[in-house]
Nanobody, 119 residues
Framework: QVQLVESGGGLVEAGGSLRLSCAAS????????MGWYRQAPEKQREPVAS??????MYGDFVKGRFTISRDNVKNTVFLQMNSLKPEDTAVYYC??????????????WGQGTQVTVSS
């Protein structure tokens, strides 16, 4: 059983910063990717940032404000968010694509952490 546990959400003023963390636990063959999605009220879930091997990808709206990083020893992914805007308000979900011992890819999600940016 794989679990993703997030932390670091909260309330911040516009222009402020937050750092999200997500730790994966369980058993697997290999973690293929880890990243973050977000979902604002009445909107679809959208990708924020992902880390695949040595590569990182960001949603267009990030525009240099967020940085994703990973600690592969601790199976943890971080999202440093700077210059936050009210439109960044959403529930942020950690995502991991993990290769199990049957060599199949499985998608796992964290429980979500609320990020609220006040104007």
């Amino acid at each position: 059983q794989v679990q993703l546990v997030e932390s670091g959400g909260g309330l911040v003023e516009a222009g402020g910063s937050l750092r999200l963390s997500c730790a994966a636990s369980g058993r697997w063959s290999r973690i293929n990717s880890m990243g973050w999605y977000r979902q604002a009220p009445e909107k679809q879930r959208e990708p924020v940032a992902s880390s695949i091997g040595g590569f990182t990808m960001y949603g267009d709206f990030v525009k240099g404000r967020f940085t994703i990083s990973r600690d592969n020893v601790k199976n943890t992914v971080f999202l440093q968010m700077n210059s936050l805007k009210p439109e960044d308000t959403a529930v942020y979900y950690c995502h991991a694509q993990i290769i199990d011992y049957d060599l199949r890819n499985y998608d796992y999600w964290g429980q979500g952490t609320q990020v609220t940016v006040s104007s």
